[in-house]
T-cell receptor
Framework: DTEVTQTPKHLVMGMTNKKSLKCEQHMGHRAMYWYKQKAKKPPELMFVYSYEKLSINESVPSRFSPECPNSSLLNLHLHALQPEDSALYLC???????????????FGPGTRLTVL | SQQGEEDPQALSIQEGENATMNCSYK?????LQWYRQNSGRGLVHLILIRSNEREKHSGRLRVTLDTSKKSSSLLITASRAADTASYFCATVPNTGFQKLVFGTGTRLLVSP
């Protein structure tokens, strides 16, 4: 199984709502990533987890809160978002975080988020 | 910004033609990867070339890497309508953890 799944596919939320994005992989990967992608732009890294511990936070606002409850799951909790946070949120995983022969990242299909 | 640049930004060709996309980057790298993204979907890994390699092939894909010029190119031969997508190069810097730094992307349109 080389699939990364993400739910929901689409999410519309108001600025006062609290919602969560979910990501799951069963490839035994120990590094998982959240990216944000605006239209016609490349993905931008938000967070990286390695062995269920937060390794990289790319200065993301606190209204985004990541969580890695186990090696297969990655959540992104959303609270008090702004309209400019509307984007495609992509999850990815790789075997390890450290550089090596298995540097490929596997991406999920993304969650299209709209903040009203 | 560490972000790489790709050109062209957009490319429109006919089926059967070859498509060439170029990527330039700024820092010393461990490897460079190319990804494809169909409209509004996740990215699919295409090919990885290491800093000590100069050329790599995978099916209809040919990737070159020139570390002295900090540039790479992706050639898709005999293109098909199904190749229509955005293509991103991504570099893994030579320091620190594996962290993909994406280029700006090339939008490829292949017409039947």
């Amino acid at each position: 199984d080389t699939e990364v799944t993400q739910t929901p596919k689409h999410l519309v939320m108001g600025m006062t709502n609290k919602k969560s994005l979910k990501c799951e992989q069963h490839m035994g990967h120990r590094a998982m990533y959240w990216y944000k992608q605006k239209a016609k732009k490349p993905p931008e890294l938000m967070f990286v987890y390695s062995y269920e511990k937060l390794s990289i936070n790319e200065s993301v606002p606190s209204r985004f809160s990541p969580e890695c409850p186990n090696s297969s799951l990655l959540n992104l909790h959303l609270h008090a978002l702004q309209p400019e946070d509307s984007a495609l949120y992509l999850c990815a995983s790789s075997q390890r975080l450290a550089r090596g022969p298995t540097d490929t990242q596997y991406f999920g299909p993304g969650t299209r988020l709209t903040v009203l | 910004s560490q972000q790489g640049e790709e050109d062209p930004q957009a490319l429109s060709i006919q089926e059967g033609e070859n498509a060439t996309m170029n990527c330039s980057y700024k820092t010393s790298i461990n490897n460079l990867q190319w990804y494809r993204q169909n409209s509004g979907r996740g990215l699919v890994h295409l090919i990885l070339i290491r800093s000590n390699e100069r050329e790599k092939h995978s099916g209809r894909l040919r990737v070159t890497l020139d570390t002295s010029k900090k540039s790479s190119s992706l050639l898709i031969t005999a293109s098909r309508a199904a190749d229509t997508a955005s293509y991103f190069c991504a570099t893994v810097p030579n320091t620190g953890f594996q962290k993909l730094v994406f280029g700006t992307g090339t939008r490829l349109l292949v017409s039947p």
